[in-house]
Nanobody, 115 residues
Framework: QVQLMESGGGLVQAGGSLRLSCAAS????????MGWYRQAPGKQRELVAT??????NYADSVKGRFTISRDNAKNTVYLQMNSLKPEDTADYYC??????????WGQGTQVTVSS
């Protein structure tokens, strides 16, 4: 089992920045990929960014504005969000997948971008 604790959400004006953090605990040795998803009101949850030991992947809508990074020593994944837009408003969820293909989710952190 892996437990995830997110932090860093909040209210920000358009054009501003936020950094989300997700600390993993439990069976962290089994973690393969880590990532962030988001879900806006009335919409499906969507991929924002993922990171493995060798690569990163971003949704087209956030490329050039968001950066995902991982600190293995702290078992933490970050999402630096710059040039935020009102359409980035959503609940953001941390996600990890272990080497068995099992996924774990955080509880979510709310990001609100005002225009």
């Amino acid at each position: 089992q892996v437990q995830l604790m997110e932090s860093g959400g909040g209210l920000v004006q358009a054009g501003g920045s936020l950094r989300l953090s997700c600390a993993a605990s439990g069976d962290i040795r089994s973690i393969n990929a880590m990532g962030w998803y988001r879900q806006a009101p009335g919409k499906q949850r969507e991929l924002v960014a993922t990171i493995t030991s060798g690569s990163t992947n971003y949704a087209d809508s956030v490329k050039g504005r968001f950066t995902i990074s991982r600190d293995n020593a702290k078992n933490t994944v970050y999402l630096q969000m710059n040039s935020l837009k009102p359409e980035d408003t959503a609940d953001y969820y941390c996600n990890v997948m272990n080497r068995f293909g099992v996924t774990f989710w955080g509880q979510g952190t709310q990001v609100t971008v005002s225009s």
